[in-house]
């Protein structure tokens, strides 16, 4: 589960929850020596700011402000859940 504050000014390594082309991930903002947004899942897959996006195809909801998980299960799930 996360918790997302659309209120706060994302900085440099905030995780934003963003909707990309009609699908909803989260990313890591970076803007130090390289502006965008990073992939989490896969390092390699990083969304410069300066490609053109329409509002349509990128739409910041909020920074995670805080990430809850279920320990039960004795196990961390790396995967976020959106």
């Known amino acids: ?13 905030n995780l934003l929850l963003a ?8 990313w ?5 020596l390289r ?3 990073e992939s989490l899942a896969d390092k390699n897959v990083f969304i410069e700011f300066g490609e053109a ?6 739409v910041i909801e909020g920074v995670v ?4 998980y279920d320990a039960r299960n004795d196990v961390f ?3 976020p859940c959106i």
């Open 28 to 32: 890591r903002l970076v803007t130090i």
């Open 1 to 13: 589960m996360l918790l997302i504050d659309p209120a706060i000014k994302p900085v440099d390594g």
């Open 77 to 79: 799930d790396d995967t």
């Open 19 to 26: 909707q990309i082309n009609g699908e909803m991930d989260v």
């Open 35 to 37: 502006r965008g947004l």
């Open 53 to 58: 996006f329409t509002d349509d195809e990128l």
């Open 65 to 68: 402000t805080h990430i809850i």
